[in-house]
């Protein structure tokens, strides 16, 4: 990820982390969120509901998106999500990750991996304000450090991969992918 980017943005409605976390995929890649037309962010939100954005139409969107701005998009999904094609999709040069959690209900983009943890931005603040952690599985962190400063506004939570690609779903569970029939990621870069 390009260093001096703009601060990422969090969802303003209930159902719009995918279109917020592609938004921000946008801002990872091209380094401002200006990149991104405006009849392009309308047709995100014209294509959403209040069930938020279908597989079949997040991969029209992703489609249009590639075609217009060169951009490579790999999706994968359900049992052949794993750790070897997260690691080796990220571990590319300027190469994030838009990734459903909790069987599809919810999305987070990652942007990073550093040896088994997934940097990641999570565009639902209720879900990262309180600086949650589980067993070293995960960590909240909005403001950084334990003194609440923000030392990376393009990072909100680390997330063990192991943790991630976790199944079954458990109530107390955050971050995991859950339901493999429900997994869903997209890696997304720009062409050269």
Request: one cysteine or more; glycine letters at 4%.
């Amino acid at each position: 990820m390009k260093n001096n980017i703009q601060p990422f943005s969090y969802q303003q409605s209930s159902h719009s982390c995918w279109i917020v976390s592609f938004h921000n995929a946008m801002t990872a890649i091209y380094g401002t969120s200006y990149k991104v037309p405006h009849d392009m962010s309308k047709l995100f939100y014209n294509i959403s509901s209040d069930d938020g954005v279908s597989n079949r139409d997040m991969e029209t969107i992703l489609k249009h998106v590639r075609d217009r701005n060169r951009l490579k998009i790999v999706s994968f999904k359900k049992k052949h999500i794993n750790r070897k094609i997260i690691r080796r999709h990220l571990k590319k040069n300027n190469t994030v990750m838009i990734c459903d959690i909790n069987s599809g209900k919810h999305s987070v983009l990652v942007t990073d991996i550093q040896e088994d943890e997934l940097i990641a931005f999570d565009p639902d603040w209720d879900s990262v304000m309180t600086g949650d952690h589980y067993k070293k599985k995960f960590t909240c962190c909005p403001y950084g450090d334990e003194e609440k400063n923000l030392l990376n506004p393009n990072h909100n939570v680390s997330i063990k991969i192991d943790h991630l690609l976790k199944d079954p779903i458990h109530k107390k569970d955050k971050f995991v992918m859950g339901d493999v029939s429900k997994r869903h990621v997209a890696f997304i870069s720009k062409l050269k």
